[in-house]
């Protein structure tokens, strides 16, 4: 696996997540940002699932703010970053 990065991850955002970025607006950067909060994927079902789920909101937003969905593959086993 020497030529795969070591994470790899897919995001998910709903409409209502690209709403509330567009409410948002851009940081002081001109970008937008994102919180992305994943933890270990107790359901894992086969080896090509990914080792941690979570959710994906705009940063800053309440608790309550839209979400979407995080996926995250560790593709290397030695030396693990979590």
Known sequence: MANRPPITAAIDLT????????????????NYSLDMAVWPNQKRSSDRAPQFTGSVKV????REAPKGYASVWQN???EAPF
């Open 15 to 30: 409409p209502d997540v690209l709403n509330a970025l567009k409410q948002a607006g851009p940081n002081d950067r001109g």
């Open 76 to 78: 290397e086993t030695e």
């Open 59 to 62: 940063k800053g937003a309440d």
